[in-house]
């Protein structure tokens, strides 16, 4: 099993940032893809970002320039760097472990509880 628990969230003004980190842990080898979603009450979650196990990365169109997806592999943790904040970015993030084909656990969805953004206008 992989483990996967997001950090990082809370309030910050229109025009701020916040960094969210996703450190995965547990059967981590074989990662494809670790991606970035987001949900508001009522509406369906929302992918936001991913970054591929060959580090390419992956935006929304009404996210891209203001958010950056990055890796530190010491620390198996994944960043969602959000620059420019507006209030429609108010959500809950959640991020999501993709398992390729090197892993037992091959083609599996391993998800965090979230975290909350909040962006005051």
């Known amino acids: 099993q992989v483990q996967v628990v997001e950090s990082g969230g809370g309030v910050a003004q229109a025009g701020g940032s916040l960094r969210l980190s996703c450190a995965a842990s547990?059967?981590?080898?074989?990662?494809?893809?670790i991606g970035w979603y987001r949900q508001t009450p009522g509406k369906q979650r929302e992918w936001v970002a991913s970054?591929?196990?060959?580090?390419?990365?992956h935006y929304v169109d009404s996210v891209r320039g203001r958010f950056t997806i990055s890796r530190d592999n010491a620390r198996d943790t994944v960043y969602l760097q959000m620059n420019s904040l507006k209030p429609e970015d108010t959500a809950e993030y959640f991020c999501?472990?993709?398992?390729?084909?090197?892993?037992?656990?091959?083609?599996?969805?391993?998800w965090g509880k979230g975290t909350l953004v909040t962006v005051s206008s």
């Open positions: 999501n472990v993709h398992m390729g084909a090197a892993s037992n656990y091959n083609g599996m969805d391993f």
């Open positions: 970054l591929t196990s060959s580090d390419r990365t």
């Open positions: 547990g059967s981590t080898f074989g990662i494809s893809t």
